[in-house]
């Protein structure tokens, strides 16, 4: 079964496991042990649908971060060639301080 699908399930319990409680807890008017058992199964509702979504989550982070099965990594020296091009990007973004200098001498 794709993890995907097997979220959707985790959320799907979640959902059911809160709409239970929300229904036992509409009927235990009277009785506290039946209060006590919604609330608590509210509560692990709540929380199974927060693992859902961080399950979901992480595996967004992780494919994002794993490179898919056909890309190569750049080696060291790549790496630093890539590193000094950003490097040399950012610099040229960067106002030359004569030329700030000559717009505000203007005003």
């Known amino acids: 079964m794709e993890k995907k699908n097997l979220n959707r399930i985790i959320a ?28 608590i199964t509210l509560g692990m509702g709540v ?11 992480l595996r967004e982070i992780r494919d994002a971060l794993t490179p898919s099965s056909g890309a190569v990594l750049p080696s060291a020296p790549q790496s630093e060639r890539i590193r000094e091009e950003l490097a040399a990007a950012d610099q040229s973004r960067k ?13």
């Open 12 to 39: 799907a319990a979640g959902v059911l496991q809160i709409i239970g409680a929300i229904v036992v807890y509409s009927q235990a008017a009277t009785t506290v042990i039946l209060e006590v058992w919604a609330a």
């Open 47 to 57: 929380l199974t649908i927060a693992v859902a979504v961080t399950n979901h989550r």
């Open 95 to 107: 106002p030359d301080l004569a030329q700030v200098g000559a717009i505000f001498k203007d005003r």
